[in-house]
């Protein structure tokens, strides 16, 4: 996409994502970025001091949540449509297959990441959990637990099924699906989850964290990472 210049030659629009360093959304959308060797502009909105609730971040995403990707006037919410977007305006090295059901079946795989078990356990969910139901949180780490392992049961039986050397999560080649799995990996070991019956997903993301571009858009690799 370029802007349009009446005095010289068009200029591309700048991709600029709000993010934060242990935002699993962000992190997924950062891996996309860097395989497609895209520059942006990182704005950091910090979750643990509420930056994602100030008016002028609720003016881009009402949801006040992360990520968001501007691009010139373009305003996009939600990391997997934003990945999908990234990918058909810039498709190497493409994240979804062209043939159709290749393509049905990472974003099945890429959507019970996001829905299935980052859905139950992203912050806004275990806040609520604390502040308005009461639970400490040793009850809150053991509800995120619960929702990682049996997501993971799942995806393992599946991963076994598709994944060609357990090297990615469909097929020979890295997908949307794998950018969802690393975050979620990374948190399921913030969470000290027994990742003991997952081998598979363990060697996947182990293989795939080696890359470099997964490996830049790791947490502690971020700017803004105070860890």
């Given at each position: 996409?370029?802007?349009?210049?009446a005095?010289g030659?068009?200029?591309?629009?700048?991709?600029?994502?709000?993010?934060?360093?242990?935002?699993?959304?962000?992190?997924?959308?950062?891996?996309?970025?860097?395989?497609?060797?895209?520059?942006?502009?990182?704005?950091?909105?910090?979750?643990?001091?509420?930056?994602?609730?100030?008016?002028?971040?609720?003016?881009?995403n009402?949801?006040?949540?992360l990520?968001?990707?501007?691009?010139?006037?373009?305003?996009?919410?939600?990391?997997?449509?934003?990945?999908?977007?990234?990918?058909?305006?810039?498709?190497?090295?493409?994240?979804?297959?062209?043939?159709?059901?290749?393509r049905?079946?990472?974003r099945?795989?890429?959507?019970?990441?996001?829905?299935?078990?980052?859905?139950?356990?992203?912050?806004?969910?275990?806040?609520?959990?604390?502040?308005?139901?009461?639970?400490?949180?040793?009850?809150?780490?053991?509800?995120?637990?619960?929702?990682?392992?049996?997501?993971?049961?799942?995806?393992?039986?599946?991963?076994?099924?598709?994944?060609?050397g357990?090297?990615?999560?469909?097929?020979?080649?890295v997908?949307?699906?794998?950018?969802?799995?690393?975050?979620?990996?990374?948190?399921?070991?913030?969470?000290?989850?027994?990742?003991?019956?997952?081998?598979?997903?363990?060697?996947?993301?182990?293989?795939?964290?080696?890359?470099?571009?997964?490996?830049?858009?790791?947490?502690?690799?971020?700017?803004?990472?105070?860890?």
């Amino acid at each position: 996409m370029r802007k349009e210049d009446a005095s010289g030659p068009a200029e591309p629009a700048v991709l600029r994502l709000f993010t934060y360093f242990r935002s699993s959304a962000s992190y997924r959308v950062r891996i996309a970025l860097n395989l497609k060797g895209l520059e942006y502009e990182a704005v950091y909105r910090h979750l643990r001091y509420d930056e994602h609730l100030a008016p002028d971040y609720l003016s881009l995403n009402p949801e006040g949540l992360l990520p968001v990707l501007q691009h010139g006037e373009i305003i996009l919410t939600q990391s997997l449509a934003i990945i999908e977007y990234l990918d058909e305006l810039f498709p190497e090295p493409r994240l979804l297959p062209t043939q159709p059901a290749a393509r049905a079946q990472v974003r099945a795989l890429a959507l019970s990441i996001a829905c299935e078990i980052h859905g139950p356990t992203n912050l806004r969910v275990t806040r609520y959990l604390k502040s308005a139901l009461g639970h400490d949180q040793e009850a809150i780490s053991a509800w995120s637990r619960h929702w990682i392992q049996v997501g993971f049961k799942a995806l393992e039986s599946r991963a076994i099924a598709a994944s060609s050397g357990r090297r990615y999560l469909l097929g020979d080649s890295v997908s949307i699906a794998d950018l969802c799995l690393v975050p979620q990996m990374y948190n399921a070991r913030r969470q000290q989850v027994d990742l003991s019956p997952f081998p598979t997903l363990v060697a996947i993301s182990h293989h795939l964290e080696s890359l470099p571009p997964f490996a830049a858009a790791a947490p502690e690799a971020q700017p803004d990472c105070d860890l």
